[in-house]
């Protein structure tokens, strides 16, 4: 069977260029590091990198979720730790309200200290985070907390009773806030209500036993009321803890799986230099002979062969 010179030349052609084409690849596989640079490379291979890169890019952003939780935790603890050295100090002022050897201007300097300690409380109750946001305010990070009613005389809470979630893995979220209402008591019934009834009470002078039973009765009132904020406290600084010990098993969990995922994704798609080299080599010392070839026989005609 007879093979024309246009098919001659049109193989040889097909030759050159899937010699060239691999040459190429080569190139870009050596420059880049990478065995896999596109879907042709290896579809299989590819689909799996895909995979795997998606699982990591997620697991970096439950690490920065979790950076963030730890963050705000960490701050809240500082905030709750004074919160909770205050209320102690409260109670202690409290407490001694009750020695019955006391004059009235004795507790009047009683009600004195805790007006310091009301405004030591409220002023972390209305603090600020280092982005500027009020932290026991929910979701209404701007508005201030807690504000004196001028006509009622007490303080109210007028932020937002929402806290914040934060996904920390992919099947946990985490409450990373606090608010006012929530640490400091609701409208009516908070902290500063109590203390302002106790500042009250010692600045209020016994004169017969009726004014001495209403004192006797308020104060072990105060006590108790105080110990139940120190409470609620403690719950939420527990709360912190564990959320805490929980982020640090997550770290080191997340840490695992991202040393997993780049085993898997470098077995898959590194290259192997040495072999990528030797692979150059002979694909040039092929290309370059198949060129030679090519065209010693472009150039054979019937002329030549007469």
């Known amino acids: 069977?007879?093979?024309?010179?246009?098919?001659?030349?049109?193989?040889?052609?097909?030759?050159?260029?899937?010699?060239?084409?691999?040459?190429?690849?080569?190139?870009?596989?050596?420059?880049?590091?990478?065995?896999?640079?596109?879907?042709?490379?290896?579809?299989?291979?590819?689909?799996?990198?895909?995979?795997?890169?998606?699982?990591?890019?997620l697991n970096a952003n439950f690490a920065s979720?979790?950076?963030?939780?730890?963050?705000?935790?960490?701050t809240y603890e500082t905030s709750l730790t004074n919160v909770t050295n205050t209320i102690q100090a409260i109670q202690s002022t409290v407490i001694s309200a009750g020695n019955g050897s006391y004059t009235d201007s004795e507790r009047a300097k009683l009600g004195n200290?805790?007006?310091?300690?009301?405004?030591?409380?409220?002023?972390?109750?209305?603090?600020k985070d280092s982005q500027g946001n009020y932290m026991y305010a929910g979701y209404a990070t701007q508005?201030?907390?807690f504000e004196l009613n001028t006509v009622s005389g007490q303080y109210e809470y007028k932020a937002n009773s929402t806290r914040t979630e934060l996904q920390v893995d992919i099947q946990s979220k985490m409450t990373v806030t606090y608010t006012g209402d929530q640490i400091f008591g609701p409208d009516?019934?908070?902290?500063?209500?109590?203390?302002?009834?106790?500042?009250?009470?010692?600045?209020?002078?016994?004169?017969?036993?009726?004014?001495?039973?209403?004192?006797?009765?308020?104060?072990?009132?105060?006590?108790?009321?105080?110990?139940?904020?120190?409470?609620?406290?403690?719950?939420?600084?527990?709360?912190?803890?564990?959320?805490?010990?929980?982020?640090?098993?997550?770290?080191?969990?997340?840490?695992?799986?991202?040393?997993?995922?780049?085993?898997?994704i470098s077995e898959l798609q590194d290259l192997d230099y040495a072999q990528a080299l030797s692979d150059i080599s002979k694909k040039t010392s092929i290309l370059q002979a198949a060129q030679k070839a090519f065209v010693a026989t472009s150039n054979i005609s019937l002329f030549s062969l007469i």
């Open 1 to 57: 069977m007879r093979i024309s010179t246009n098919t001659i030349f049109q193989s040889g052609t097909n030759r050159l260029m899937g010699l060239q084409t691999d040459l190429n690849k080569l190139s870009i596989q050596t420059a880049t590091g990478k065995r896999v640079n596109s879907p042709a490379d290896d579809p299989v291979a590819a689909a799996r990198l895909l995979e795997l890169n998606t699982a990591k890019d």
């Open 65 to 74: 979720s979790r950076q963030t939780a730890e963050t705000l935790l960490e």
């Open 113 to 127: 200290e805790l007006k310091g300690y009301l405004d030591t409380l409220l002023n972390l109750a209305n603090s």
């Open 143 to 145: 508005t201030v907390p």
């Open 188 to 264: 009516g019934a908070n902290v500063f209500k109590s203390l302002q009834d106790m500042i009250t009470l010692l600045q209020t002078p016994i004169t017969d036993s009726t004014t001495q039973a209403t004192y006797s009765a308020g104060l072990a009132s105060t006590i108790d009321q105080m110990q139940g904020w120190l409470n609620n406290v403690l719950d939420a600084r527990s709360e912190i803890g564990s959320n805490l010990n929980f982020i640090e098993t997550m770290n080191t969990t997340g840490e695992s799986l991202n040393y997993q995922y780049d085993a898997s």
